[in-house]
């Protein structure tokens, strides 16, 4: 059995994806994991097609959970842990193995990013999951995710939900403005009792403008490192304008690509 890493990269057809600013910024993720994994000993695998083809009612940040394990199937990958991480992410070249940080557990990060967006997404969802008191500071964001085959049937449960309620969480999707997957994703699986094993913060450094983690240390002249680079050992590509990213990605790629080979 082996690890593998999973990067959904799939470009809806079905609605403006101006917003978006292009696409090259997948690649760079690609590259970097594609590296990452070599190094370990384990395999990247792109997730290209969405068993459902309305990518509007059902998004791609949806289905991912709904099809991982069948697709992994129907391609005859075998595996022990699956890492999903977001294609706007990129682990610094020297990043520990986060395989050996699971204890076979349900891992992640927190989401620190935003409480304000964490308590209205919360809030939003609250009276649909029977005003389950979900704990803003149990909260985890789903851009990097590991998870096993004894997590499946839970995962089966939340494609269980959103299906037979699509309308209900599109509607949210479009009056609430916070997210699609993440806080329903949540819910479920706090419910259901899912043991969860968080990694350090260092697994997620995003917001990189809005915490100025893009600058450096004025004090060291010497060194003109940016932070995120210097603290971070997983960088991620949002919480800005996703026009911005591509453009951001592509610079930082720059600065960082030799490191890659």
Known sequence: MKNIVVIPAVKP???NLDKFGGWGWMS???DAWNFW??????????????SIEDTTKYRVT????????????DKGIKY???CMTDASYIPKW????????????????HEYDNFKWVYESIQGYK????NYELNIFDYFNTGLVIFNKSHRDVFEKFRKIYTENVDYFVDKQLTLRRGTDQTPFNYILRMNDVDINFLSPHYRVSHLPRKDLLSYNWQLDEDKTPFFI??????GFSGFDKRQRNKLMEDVWEIVKENYK
Do not use: A
């Open 28 to 30: 760079y993720s690609i």
């Open 13 to 15: 057809k079905d609605k």
């Open 94 to 109: 020297n990043m520990p193995d986060i395989f050996k940080m699971t204890d076979g557990k349900f891992t992640t990060t």
């Open 62 to 73: 949806v289905q991912r959970w709904f099809d991982i394990f069948n697709f992994l199937d």
């Open 230 to 235: 210097k603290y971070g050992l997983l960088w």
């Open 127 to 130: 009276e649909f999951f029977n």
């Open 37 to 50: 994994c070599q190094k370990h000993g384990y395999e990247l695998v792109v997730y290209d097609k969405t």
């Open 80 to 82: 022990d842990q699956i």
